[in-house]
């Protein structure tokens, strides 16, 4: 099929602004608000509507974070599925009564029939009460809850872009026309149209289509929505406010679009930093995990850089605005991850092309066979013709080729459930066993996420304990995270935290303090120079502690080295396996992090990954994923934090932790709910068994359609006499769908 390229800007209803029922409710969004097309990303235009080519509705590319959470077309799709359910039930439960201990459509007669002749109700038809009721049943179904789909189908003929919803909209409108027609004027069917049971009818397998496909919509509709909600999250991470410094020194609070470049901004402690700039005034420790992906914080003092939307700690400081609006790293964040959700994949352009040509053929066919009976074919040569091309398309129905595909996925999405492996979307399900390539981020990936003690050595006399119950003693009195670890693990192994005097924070450098009269510092290098504390003998070791990824403060007790701590962020105990199934079934693993150079080396090359990249931001880890795609690679991409949701949304497939945040969960695609990448391996597994399930599922499918539409045609009618009627049709159909399912069923089993 052509490709479209559709950029509409009009501010009036231009020609293809129809409004889809359920489109009601998206004119809320804000001037300036570009609307695109799900299936087609290529549509976009600056007021709502409906897609010109497939005739969905059209969407905001950029939600805003105060937008209505559900959709109104999900909204309308599921009252639509709900209603015709309701009907639908009742309606298989009377036309295939022989199936059930129960006779519905005996009872109903019974019933209908006493009351009709209690109140001389006259009875102009020429079939059953039941087969009536069946009717009425059906017609809401087919004609309310069916109507996008006929819709869609419609524009899929006027546009040439035919598609499922094409196949959907032929056998619901065969299925329901025939039976209406059999309904209302059943004399004129030829006997070769009547069965031992009378009239066949179809408007059980005409409302069940609509059901079915309503519930996949549905599905898909929610998985969309989810794209949309990560997107409102990372909004959300915004500042609302900030405070204005003027000239003068006189502060004010002002909402955030009313903030420029150049303006001068105060952060108090425990804010957040409004936009991009640079510190004035002032130095404090910033939570910029939301960026690195990195639990320590990051110390600012005059010069430095900071992030719109990261969490300011202790201190208070003033910035200058560098960055506002659209062009902060977290607005820059937020448009990535929403291109990326809107992007398509070359699979689906495939489906819509075999779609469109059996259509073609089903349509060609049906047609063919009803011209050559009606030329050659026996008396009555019309009935015979309208029944070869009713049949056809009724034993064409797309319902077991539908199914093949929704089915497999829906038990292999809840095998991968039991497993803890929550797959979002079809897509993703069928990309994974395509993957060639793994990008890992390494903090709460590859890591525990959290800072632990790794290490504690003694020097000069001092005792490995005591020295570890100072530096707690000191950390006690600090709430960084290096801090917390220190701590942590004294309290861990018993230790008595001693109460501490004069304490006292050297931002960068670490902590002093006195306890029992000794002056006690614990910090980093510089800490030490500064009092001249000689560390000679101990830089061998520690370099070696480095080179494994610890971070290592030193303790001093006066004028000497007590001892030294290293804190590291521990490897999950789960990983090492977890690289090798995945190298094993010939992944390339890249680890991308926001980690300083030597850490990420250490971490590296103790798992034996194949690339390492470090002190990596949100939007290089974002452009080096797109390059890995743009060398022909299916890339896979797991990580945990706001950071990598732009590089979890453009990637082939988004893994996130399930330890991780709501923001990278909702960008990615599959999420591991036990945070291990062991899941990934699982994931992989259950792909390939889904989709060669799915391969059998199709084969079913058209295999029955290739067999049974020659033989609805009548190809075997000069040798054999036989001539399939549409009931054997609606038959053979039904087994196609029976057939698919059960195959489908066969995932619960298989082992991952």
């Known amino acids: 099929m052509p490709t479209h390229e559709h950029t509409h800007h009009h501010t009036d209803a231009g020609p293809h602004a129809h409004h889809h029922p359920g489109g009601a409710g998206m004119h809320t969004a804000p001037a300036g608000t570009i609307y695109t097309c799900p299936m087609h990303p290529q549509i976009r235009q600056d007021h709502p509507g409906n897609c010109p080519i497939c005739g969905m509705t059209l969407e905001p590319l950029l939600p805003t974070a105060t937008a209505e959470e559900e959709s109104p077309e999900l909204r309308t799709m599921t009252q639509r599925f709900w209603f015709a359910l309701v009907f639908s039930v009742p309606l298989l439960l009377m036309a295939m009564h022989e199936f059930f201990p129960f006779d519905l459509s005996a009872w109903v007669d019974e019933a209908i029939g006493g009351l009709a002749d209690r109140f001389a109700w006259p009875h102009w038809l020429q079939v059953s009460w039941s087969q009536c009721v069946q009717a009425l049943l059906a017609t809401p179904v087919v004609l309310w809850a069916g109507w996008p789909f006929f819709e869609r189908g419609w524009r899929s003929f006027v546009t040439w872009q035919l598609n499922m919803f094409s196949l959907i909209g032929l056998g619901v409108a065969a299925s329901y026309g025939f039976s209406l027609y059999a309904i209302l004027l059943p004399q004129t069917l030829p006997q070769a149209f009547l069965t031992e049971h009378g009239l066949p009818l179809y408007f059980e397998a005409a409302a069940v289509i609509v059901t079915l496909v309503l519930l996949g919509q549905v599905l898909e509709l929610r998985a969309r929505s989810r794209t949309n909600s990560a997107i409102k999250d990372l909004l959300g991470l915004a500042a609302n406010t900030a405070i204005r410094v003027a000239a003068d020194g006189h502060e004010a609070e002002v909402p955030l679009d009313q903030v420029v470049v150049g303006d001068t901004l105060r952060v108090k402690p425990g804010s957040k930093v409004p936009v991009d700039g640079v510190v004035l005034e002032g130095q404090s420790s910033v939570d910029e995990s939301m960026i690195t992906g990195e639990p320590i914080p990051s110390e600012k003092t005059p010069g430095s850089k ?123 399900l069928e990309l994974m066993e395509k993957v060639d390539t793994l990008v890992v981020d390494k903090t709460g990936t590859l890591t525990e ?151 990420a080396a250490a971490v590296g090359k103790r798992l034996g990954l194949d690339e390492v990249k470090a002190g990596v931001m949100p939007e290089d880890k974002y452009k080096h994923v797109k390059a890995l795609q743009d060398q022909g690679r299916i890339v896979a991409m797991a990580g945990d934090g706001v950071n990598d949701a732009p590089a979890l949304a453009q990637a082939n497939v988004g893994i996130a932790m399930g330890t991780g945040t709501d923001v990278a969960m909702s960008s990615a695609r599959i999420v591991l709910v036990k945070g291990d990448l062991r899941g990934i391996a699982k994931a992989r597994e259950l792909s390939q068994a889904t989709m060669r399930n799915i391969r059998q599922n199709l084969f079913f499918a058209f295999v029955y359609n290739f067999l049974g539409v020659p033989l609805a045609a009548g190809v075997l009618y000069p040798w054999l006499g036989l001539l399939l009627s549409p009931m054997v049709a609606s038959g053979a159909m039904a087994l196609s769908s029976v057939s698919v399912i059960g195959n489908a069923l066969r995932l619960r089993t298989i082992r991952v």
Request: aromatic letters at 4%; glycine letters at 10%.
């Open 306 to 428: 900071v992030t719109g939307a990261t969490v300011n700690q202790t201190g208070a400081f003033t910035m200058r605005a560098e960055r506002v609006g659209a062009e902060t790293l977290l607005a820059r964040i937020v448009q990535m991850v929403a291109e990326a959700g809107r992007s398509r994949a070359p699979i689906q352009k495939l489906a819509d092309q075999v779609s469109g040509w059996f259509v073609l053929s089903v349509l060609g066919i049906a047609a063919l066979a009803a011209a050559v009976w009606a030329v050659w074919g026996p008396a009555p040569a019309l009935a015979n013709a309208m029944l070869v091309a009713v049949s056809v398309l009724i034993i064409a129905c797309p319902c077991a080729l539908g199914l093949a595909t929704p089915v497999s996925i829906i038990v292999g999405v809840g095998r991968g459930a039991k497993e803890g492996v929550l797959i979002k979307d079809a897509e993703a």
């Open 449 to 599: 996420g959290k800072p632990t003690v790794q290490t504690v050595v003694a020097a000069n006399g001092f005792d490995a304990q005591q020295v570890l119950a100072w530096a707690a003693s000191l950390e006690q009195l600090s709430e960084h995270p290096l801090a917390t670890a220190i701590v942590g693990k004294a309290q861990a192994d018993g230790l008595t935290l001693a109460n501490v005097a004069g304490f006292d924070a050297v931002t960068g450098q670490g902590v002093r303090g006195s306890i029992d009269g000794q002056p006690i510092l614990l910090g980093n290098d510089r800490l030490m120079q500064a009092a001249q504390i000689d560390l000679s003998a101990s830089h061998a070791a520690v370099e070696g502690l480095r080179e494994q990824g610890q971070t290592v403060m030193f303790l001093a007790v006066g004028s000497r080295l007590a001892g030294y701590v290293g804190v590291a962020d521990a490897i999950k105990a789960s990983t090492p396996e977890a690289i090798r199934l995945l190298k094993a079934s010939g992944m390339r693993l890249v680890m991308l992090t926001g980690d300083n150079p030597v850490t």
